[in-house]
C-alpha cells in the first residue's frame, strides 16, 4: 500500500468512529480527496456513478451533515455529491491555510475535476452561492442547473449586527473560537422550530475545540464588506458573469424568515435570474433544510424532473452504434 493510500485508509477509519454517534442520521461512506500539501478534504459521494451529478455546497458553520435529507433520497437516481470545505465538517482545520473565498473556489474546482464530474446541478446555501458560482464562473460548460437557498454570489453592504459582533477583535476570536458561540447559535437562531438533539449534536460535532473552529471565525471574517478586502474582486468578478446563466433551469429555494440572507438577497436573484421558479417557504428560517425538511427535498426533486437534461451526446451515439 502506498503512503497515499494508507493515509487515505486512516481518515476513512477515523472519519467512521467519528460518526459513529450520528450514523442513524448520516449512514454514509466518508471518502477524501487529498490537495497540494497533503491537505484533505472530505465528501459524501452517494448513488450511481453514471448518474448525473447533484454537487451540494455548504455554508458556515454547516458541513455536508446538512444535505443528508436530500441525498438519501436524491441518491437513488442521482450521484450525490456534498463535499466539506477545508477547515469544515470532517475535512483537515490547518492552523495555515488561507481560508479566502478563493481558496474554497480552488479547492471545489480541484475535486470536481478529479471527479470529473460534467452536466452538474449546484445546490447551494449560504458561502456555498458564492464558492459555487465561483466554480461556475470558471467552468459555466460543466454546470448544467442551478438551486440556490438562502444565499448570495454577489457584493452586498448588508450585515447583520450579530455576525458582524463576531467580527470585533479579541471579542469576537474568544467568542466563535473559544465558546463556539457561531455554531452553537446557528442551531437556534437559524431554525424556526428548536432541532433534535441528535440532529444538533450533529451539526456541533465537527467543532469541538478551538483548532476545530479556524474556518468558522475565517468565513466571518472573510465576508467582503468594502473595497480592499482581500475577498472584494473575488465575489465581485462572480457577481458579474452570473447573467450568463439565465439560460440554465434554476430554482430559487428561499426560507423566508432567514433574519441574514432576508428576502431581499431573494429578490436581487430574481433579477438576475428571471426565468428561475421561485419556491418561498414561508414558515422556515435560514437552515431551511431543517424547518422545510421533507417539503424542500419534495421540491427539488420535482424541479429536477420538471428540468430532465436531454440524454448525453455520447450515449446516443453508443445507443446508434449496438444498432
Not at 471518502?31 to 452517494?46: K, M, P, S
Not at 477545508?86 to 480552488?106: A, F, I, M, N, Q
Request: aromatic share 10%; charged share 25%.
Amino acid at each position: 500500500m502506498s503512503e497515499r493510500d494508507e493515509r487515505l485508509a486512516a481518515l476513512v477509519a477515523a472519519a467512521r468512529a467519528r460518526l459513529a454517534p450520528i450514523e442513524s442520521e448520516y449512514p454514509f461512506t466518508p471518502r477524501f480527496h487529498l490537495h497540494e500539501g497533503n491537505v484533505a478534504q472530505h465528501f459524501v459521494d452517494e448513488g450511481p456513478r453514471e448518474g448525473e451529478p447533484l454537487l451540494f455546497v455548504h455554508g458556515n458553520p454547516t458541513w455536508s451533515f446538512a444535505w443528508r435529507r436530500a441525498v438519501r433520497r436524491l441518491s437513488a437516481s442521482y450521484r450525490c455529491v456534498a463535499p466539506d470545505h477545508v477547515g469544515c465538517g470532517l475535512s483537515d482545520k490547518p492552523r495555515d491555510h488561507p481560508y479566502r473565498l478563493k481558496s474554497h473556489v480552488e479547492n471545489l474546482e480541484a475535486l470536481v475535476l478529479a471527479l470529473d464530474l460534467e452536466r452538474i446541478t449546484l445546490v447551494l446555501h449560504d458561502w456555498g452561492g458564492a464558492i459555487g458560482m465561483g466554480l461556475a464562473r470558471r467552468h459555466p460548460e460543466r454546470i448544467a442547473r442551478l438551486v440556490l437557498m438562502n444565499t448570495a454570489a454577489f457584493l452586498s453592504r448588508r450585515m447583520p449586527l450579530r455576525i458582524a459582533a463576531c467580527r470585533v477583535p479579541v471579542f469576537g476570536k474568544l467568542a466563535v473560537r473559544g465558546l463556539n458561540a457561531f455554531a452553537r447559535a446557528a442551531t437556534f437562531m437559524a431554525v424556526e422550530e428548536p432541532l433534535e438533539p441528535l440532529v444538533k449534536r450533529g451539526y456541533l460535532l465537527p467543532y469541538d475545540s478551538w483548532d476545530a473552529r479556524v474556518a468558522t471565525l475565517a468565513f466571518v471574517e472573510d465576508i467582503p464588506m468594502k473595497p480592499g478586502h482581500p475577498s472584494w474582486e473575488e465575489l465581485g468578478w462572480t457577481g458579474r458573469v452570473l447573467g450568463q446563466f439565465r439560460d440554465r433551469p434554476a430554482a430559487l429555494l428561499w426560507g423566508m424568515r432567514d433574519w441574514c440572507f432576508t428576502p431581499r438577497f431573494l429578490a436581487e436573484w430574481e433579477e438576475r435570474l428571471p426565468g428561475a421558479e421561485v419556491r418561498r417557504f414561508e414558515r422556515a428560517g435560514h437552515y431551511l433544510f431543517e424547518d422545510a425538511g421533507d417539503e424542500l427535498v419534495d421540491h427539488l426533486a420535482g424541479f429536477l424532473e420538471r428540468n430532465a437534461l436531454p440524454p448525453r451526446r455520447n450515449a446516443i451515439r453508443s445507443e446508434a452504434s449496438v444498432r
